[in-house]
């Protein structure tokens, strides 16, 4: 990784020039086009949940309830002990029933509403750290060491711009538990913020771990205590190394455009909000049609580079749960397709989406919001990752789960 310093990245030119106070954005007070763009979450958590599909139709029999042998115990108790450090007013909150509504409510922007759940920045020391254990249990280590510098890089771009410090922080994220952990029901936890969105559930030993939002700006921290974190690191690189792999005579299937400039992209894939990514907030509905180059028309060794890809999003998960995921989606590559925009040279930004039946995997690099590049650059990356077709938030299993311990009833939970 190259040494960096922050006369690196382009400065804004004002600021507080969003309407943005203790991690709230107040979309009154934005133009009519940002104000719609940046509430997608909030304006559609409710619509009935379909899914990500090709076409609007859930292609059934692709998920299944299958015993991993794994028991989730450490995240059982790790979420039962900070469940029971809460005073009872706290929990009231940081808690809420499995079937709530409010599982499909995050934004990886800043939040337009007043959050549910506990506030990491307002917790003293010691809950927050039994919130950071629970997520500790829950991933595997390269997963919770991504978590955890994507947070510490919201710190470090507060740091940078030197503005928005009651919402550039480290902490500033929300941490809700859905369900009760310790019944054997169906459970599991959503973190919420700027750049972080993650939504865990359990059901049965299974885990599933969508939507998932991982994204920072800049990806390394150049100035004080966050000097010298970084993230996102190899799914740049494996992308990288998987795109470069693919050949000239290649391109024609796969390559939409060779660069990130407005004049080579759609319009609606020029936003400063979204980019080129289309999975994010407020699209748990979204009709995606595949694109691009058919796995099945790859070579063996271009076949291995993209599960090295694959692997790299999976493998926050812990062995086990990520080997499952893994076997899932191979036993769907005839029917996964890999699109790419951009160069792939070592500065060129670029995005890429690997689109399977069971798996949409995004990666974008973007323009400035708080700092002051206005095209897209390497130092701006928005990671996603969907289960389609009706997984999100474990949908489709836990509609499995209770239909064979319930009859379809969904069992509730105070």
């Known amino acids: 990784m190259s040494e960096l310093n922050h006369e690196q990245f382009p400065m804004p030119a004002a600021k507080g020039v969003l309407p943005i106070l203790d991690s709230i954005l107040f979309t009154d007070l934005l133009p009519e086009v940002p104000a719609f763009e940046l509430s997608a979450g909030e304006r559609h958590y409710r619509d009935p949940f379909v ?3 090709d076409h609007g139709e859930v292609k059934k029999g692709l998920y299944s309830l299958t015993p991993t042998g794994e028991q989730p115990r450490d995240a059982v108790a790790a979420t039962m002990t900070y469940l029971n450090a809460l005073a009872p007013y706290q929990r009231t909150i940081a808690q809420l029933p499995m079937d709530s509504p409010d599982w499909r409510l995050w934004t990886n922007a800043v939040p337009t509403w007043t959050p549910k759940g506990l506030r990491l920045e307002r917790l003293n020391d010691g809950l927050r750290q ?3 254990r629970v997520m500790e249990v829950s991933l595997s280590v390269e997963g919770y060491v991504s978590v955890r510098n994507a947070m510490k890089l919201n710190g470090a771009l507060g740091e940078l711009v030197d503005d928005y410090r009651d919402t550039l ?36 030993n299974q885990v599933v771990f969508a939507p998932v939002f991982i994204g920072a700006e800049p990806t390394t921290g150049v100035l004080g205590k966050y000097k010298g974190v970084h993230v996102l690191d190899d799914e740049t690189q494996r992308g990288l190394d998987f795109r470069r792999a693919l050949t000239v005579d290649q391109e024609h299937e796969f390559l939409l455009s060779k660069t990130l400039s407005p004049e080579d992209l759609p319009p609606e894939l020029t936003g400063p909000w979204n980019g080129r ?49 893994l076997d ?10 890999f699109i790419w925009r951009g160069g792939h040279d070592e500065v060129a930004p670029f995005y890429y989406r690997v689109h399977s039946p069971v798996l949409l995997v995004e990666y974008d690099n973007h323009p400035g919001v708080f700092l002051g590049n206005v095209e897209p650059a390497r130092f701006h990356v928005h990671t996603i990752v969907r289960e389609p077709n009706g997984n999100d938030y474990g949908k489709e299993l836990l509609a499995q789960h209770y239909e064979h311990h319930h009859g379809g009833r969904m069992a509730h939970h105070s």
Request: hydrophobic share 45%; charged share 20%.
């Open 51 to 53: 899914g990500i599909t």
């Open 130 to 132: 039994l919130i950071l």
């Open 277 to 325: 990514h289309v999975g994010g907030a407020g699209a748990d509905n979204l009709i995606l049609p595949p694109e691009g180059i058919e796995v099945q028309r790859l070579t063996g060794d271009q076949k291995d580079l993209l599960v090295d890809l694959v692997r790299v999003y999976l493998d926050r998960m812990p062995r086990v749960h990520a080997a499952a995921k």
């Open 169 to 204: 922080t480290e902490f500033s994220y929300w941490f809700t538990v859905f369900g009760e952990p310790d019944s054997g029901a169906p459970w599991g936890w959503q973190l919420m913020g700027h750049h972080l969105d993650l939504h865990y559930v359990f059901v049965g």
């Open 328 to 337: 899932q989606v191979i036993r769907h590559f005839d029917e996964t397709r």
